[in-house]
Each structure stands twice: as structure tokens, then as C-alpha cells.
């Protein structure tokens, strides 16, 4: 076993926490168990993710979703209330890490995206380095290169472009980040992929012809808490057991 504070010390070096400027807490988010043994890993703190860590007797419930968000009421009722009496109930501590793991260059979802779908990382920047852009190591045109997402990700993306134009480079950000599109369109880059579409982008990519593709808040952000999972089990030799919710959004 292992304790509590030594995990959060590794994951607030290892992800220089205190580096960002943040819309939800990172780091511990409800108070359990002292001693850890098991460590259970999910994108979001849905009660579904709880229950799952309840039944794997897990002392650290780790997620990149939390349950405290700077636009939410502060009252703890309903849903919240529900989720927050089977956390205390059976003493699992509710770790989060919002866009530190978004961004880390190994274990964060932009990383890991990348891993997935075959993209090369030539530059992270923009906000709080949040923004990547690449290049497909083997160029396609966007019709192969989205049946190919589909493949990784296991679920059909959106697609705006047309599907005979050749995608070479590209710009990502998991998760809702379709506001970065324009970035992505000043850059140059053939396609734009992320988590979300709102109305505006389709407009944007006919528009410009840079390609936009929006493959799934969460199946675009399933990667990144499990490699720190993973990379939490190396470096302490806690058992580690990860939920995949069946989330289409």
C-alpha cells in the first residue's frame, strides 16, 4: 500500500499542476481512504464510474471529469448529492486532472490521441499548450482518413470537407474544444480534429476547406487517464482497473 498524499504528490509533479489556470480543481476532490491499494481509472465521476469502483473495492476513483466546475451551482443535491454520498459511503477517494492531463506530452488526451490515430506531434502550443498540430504519417484523403478514426475510435465521427482532398497535416485538441477551429484554419493544416461540433464550424469548414472532424468528447479523451493509470501502477505498484462508459457523446 501507499499513501494518499505520495499519489497526489507524484501526479501534481508529474503533470505540473500548478502551472495551469483551471475551470475545475485538480488533484484530491472528495476525501477517502488513507491507504491505497487499488486505483480505479474513468473519463468522468459518473455515478456508473462510482458504483464500478465501489464493486473493485478501489481506494482512488482517478478521472479526468470531476465534480466541481466553476459554472455549476455549489449546492450539493440531486445527481451530485447521489455521487457524493456513494464516494463517502464507501471511502473512495475522487481524484481529478483536468487540462493538466489534457496537455502533458505522454499521458494527456492530446498525446495519446495522436498515439491512436497515427499523427505525428510537430508543435503544442496555444493555450496553456493545448493546441497540437502534425502530419498523418502516411497522407490520405479525408474519406480514409475518417473511416480510420472510426476504426481507432470506434465510433463515426462528423465530418465537414471534402472526402477526395488529401489530409497530409492536421490540428487537434480533445474534448470540446471546437473553438480552437480557427486556430487550426490559420495554421494551414489540411483537417482539424476534436471532441465536438457546434453550428459555426460547419460554416467555417466549408468555407476556409479546412477540413473539421468531430470524433466524440469521449471517445476522443478515453486515453489520457488510463496512461496515467498506467504510469501510476509503474512508478507504485497499485493494482489498476479502468471503466470505459459506453458514452456516444
Known amino acids: 500500500m501507499v499513501s494518499r498524499q505520495e499519489i497526489l504528490a507524484w501526479c ?3 503533470l505540473q499542476t500548478a502551472q495551469f489556470k483551471d475551470y475545475a480543481p485538480n488533484g484530491l476532490q472528495v476525501e477517502g481512504k488513507e491507504k491505497i491499494a487499488t486505483i480505479a481509472t474513468s473519463v468522468t465521476a459518473s455515478l ?3 458504483e464500478f469502483a465501489a464493486e473493485q473495492q478501489a481506494d482512488i476513483l482517478l478521472v479526468h471529469h470531476g465534480l466541481f466546475w466553476k459554472s455549476e451551482p455549489v449546492t450539493i443535491t440531486g445527481w ?3 455521487r457524493i454520498e456513494a464516494l463517502l459511503r464507501h471511502q473512495i477517494n475522487l481524484v481529478g486532472y483536468h487540462l493538466p492531463l489534457d496537455a502533458h506530452p505522454e499521458w494527456g488526451n492530446n498525446a495519446q490521441l495522436a498515439a491512436v490515430l497515427g499523427l505525428q506531434t510537430d508543435n503544442r502550443c496555444g493555450e496553456q499548450n493545448l493546441f497540437n498540430t502534425g502530419r498523418l504519417k502516411t497522407p490520405q484523403t479525408l474519406a480514409q482518413f475518417s473511416d480510420g478514426i472510426e476504426a481507432a ?3 463515426r465521427p462528423t465530418v465537414v470537407g471534402n472526402p477526395d482532398r488529401l489530409i497530409t497535416t492536421a490540428a487537434w485538441c480533445t474534448g470540446g474544444a471546437q ?3 480557427q486556430q487550426a484554419v490559420d495554421a494551414g493544416v489540411d483537417a482539424y480534429i476534436t ?3 457546434s453550428e459555426a464550424q460547419y460554416h467555417l469548414a466549408n468555407e476556409s476547406g479546412t477540413a473539421f ?6 471517445a476522443t479523451e478515453r486515453y ?4 496515467l493509470g498506467e504510469a501510476l501502477k509503474q512508478a507504485f505498484a497499485v493494482e489498476v482497473i479502468h471503466f470505459d462508459e459506453a458514452n456516444p457523446a
Open 12 to 14: 501534481d509533479n508529474a
Open 195 to 197: 471532441g465536438e461540433i
Open 48 to 50: 456508473a464510474a462510482i
Open 153 to 155: 475510435l470506434e465510433r
Open 80 to 82: 451530485k448529492k447521489a
Open 224 to 227: 489520457g487517464v488510463r496512461a
Open 213 to 218: 472532424i468531430s470524433a466524440g468528447h469521449h
Open 179 to 181: 473553438g480552437f477551429f
